[in-house]
Structures are given as structure tokens and as C-alpha cells.
């Protein structure tokens, strides 16, 4: 029974950098993610943590009261840790500069964390899986000599990340992260408060049979993704493909990392730059992806390559085994003949 602190340090040689302050980083996603995992689990109970905040977040959203506290629980606990030095949260129009860390001088340890501090907001009243992802980088080379933060420290291209991952409440609560490594999933035990790993090095099997994609949106997709739907419902081969889809990019992605599936959020003719956000969700969705050999792309270049222009921004996203992907590329490239 490893927990996730020995793993990490048993892994000590796959990290580049200091396995200290990856320890104490992770010691800030450990103990925010349980005060979020307590939160959940009582949520039909107290009602001061389900609903609307008011409030309209940067994305013209309805803010919930559970977004709230998972980004003020998040912030706080990597501002009381030494390591981090910034912060991007999808909750936060501005990005968050921990002075007090930038100004000292041991400027390698210096990480920046984005964060979407709960995804699948619409499912908190109704018992479906959330979660949190995040996704790390070291601040730039010129930032460390100047010690400023500016924005182009987050705007990082997605390959460039040193650890990305996103914790799942659901049935259980499962912390699932990758350095580069391979992705390794921890499952807590909330009698203890401790990870235990439970699913190592996790491959996206190759007999893909599932397809998830809000179908709602049907006629306000390309033709190439129409068709692509169409392809997955012939009934010829090893199809039609299983059709599942939660609305909560975590509950739906690691279903999908598990049992062989590939996850659509296209452009429509609605949000023609995509709803999914570029640094908060497909970054680190993306570095899991190729590290449990799948591929992740906004349907024209790889995710991880596209150099990000603004904190917000919006893309297509398609992610899952390399097979069917590429298969769904084929559909796109034949549109644009
Ligand atoms: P968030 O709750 O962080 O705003 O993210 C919601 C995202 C994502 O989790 C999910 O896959 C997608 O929105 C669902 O969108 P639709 O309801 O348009 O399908
Ligand atoms: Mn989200
Ligand atoms: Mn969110």
C-alpha cells in the first residue's frame, strides 16, 4: 500500500527538479482537495454550499457557492506553502502574484499553478461526479533573474508543464496525476485522510467502444463531426460505439482513460472558439492524455502546442486513444477538401 507521498518520492529520479518542493506542493493539493471531498460529501445536507453564489464569473457563468470555496480553499493553501508563486484560477479574472514568494531569493523552486478549482459545476446538486484540475509550469528563466511575475508566465505552451492532474469526487475521491511519467491514480481513504495509490501507470486500453459528446448540440456541429457521430453508431465492426456523456469534463474523462473512449467538445456555431478553456482544462487533460498514450488535439494541431495568447481562451478539444482519434481527424480533414 503506497501512499502518495512514498510514490512520489520513490519516483524521485523521473523529476528534473527538486522532489522537495513537488512534495510540498502536493502537500497543498492534498489538503485542499479533502476540505473539498468534506464539503461534497455533505452537500445535501448543508445548503450553504449548493446553489448559485450571485454571482457571474469572467466566462459569463453563474458562479455556484461550491466554485467559490474550492477556489478560496485552493488559493489559500498554495499561498501558505513556500513553493508556489502564482496563481490562474478559472474563477479569477486576474492572475494571483504570492509577493511575500517572489521576492526571496531561491528562485528555482518557484512554481505556477492554473487551476479550474471545480469543473462540472451544473452537476453539484445531483450527486454526478466533479472535480478539480490543475496544471503546473516553473516560472520563465527571465522571470527568476528579474523576480517579477507577469502574465507570460502563465501563458506557457502546455508542453511545457511539469505536473498536471485533476482529483475526481465521485463514488470515491481519486487524485490522478502525471510529472512525465506515466499517469498514476491515488484513491483516498477518508477514514485516514490518506492517498493510496489504486490505479498505476493507466493506458488508455486500445479497443476503444465509447464516444462522449454533448449530442444536444448536434446540428450546431461541423459536418465532419456529424459525420464522425454517424461513423460511431454504424453498426459494422466493433460498433456502434457506447454513447456516454456526464457534462463534467473529469467524470467523463477518466471514465473514458479507463474504459477506452474519446472525448468531443467541438466548436459550434454558438461558442465557435469552443467552450473548454485552453489553460485551466485542456492543458493538463492533454499532458494526461499522451502520457497514457492517447492523443489530445483542437482538431488541427496538438493541444500542447498551441502557444496560448490570452489567460481565458477558449478551444475545440478532442482527446482519447490515438486510434480513434486520428479516425476523427480523418472525418475534419475530409470537410476541409
Ligand atoms: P466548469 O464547471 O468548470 O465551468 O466546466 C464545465 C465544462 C466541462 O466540465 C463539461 O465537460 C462541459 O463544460 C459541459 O458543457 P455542456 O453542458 O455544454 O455540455
Ligand atoms: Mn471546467
Ligand atoms: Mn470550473
Known sequence: MYTLGEFIIENKDHYPYSIESLLRLFSSIKLASKEIHKEVNKAGLTRKIIGSSG????????????????????????????????????????????????????????????????DGSSNIDVNVPIGTIFSVYYKKKKSISKNIITIKDFLQVGRQQVLAGYIIYGSSTILVYSIGNGVHGFTLDPSIGAFYLSHPNIRFPNNEKIYSINEGNYYRFSYGIRKFIKYCQEEKENRPYRARYIGSLVGDYHRNMIHGGIYIYPKTASSPKGKLRLLYECNPIAFLTEQAGGLATNGNFPILDIIPKALHQRTPFICGPKNIVNKLKEFINYEKK
Not at 455556484?64 to 488559493?75: C, E, G, P, R, S
Not at 496563481?87 to 509577493?99: C, G, L, M, Q
Open 55 to 118: 454571482k457571474v464569473n469572467i466566462h459569463g457563468e453563474n458562479q455556484q457557492k461550491l466554485d467559490n470555496f474550492a477556489h478560496k480553499t485552493f488559493v489559500e493553501s498554495f499561498k501558505n506553502r513556500d513553493v508556489v508563486c502564482g496563481i490562474a484560477s478559472e474563477e479569477s479574472k486576474n492572475i494571483i502574484i504570492i509577493e511575500k514568494h517572489v521576492n526571496n531569493n531561491i528562485s528555482e523552486d518557484k512554481y505556477i499553478v492554473l487551476i479550474d478549482p471545480l
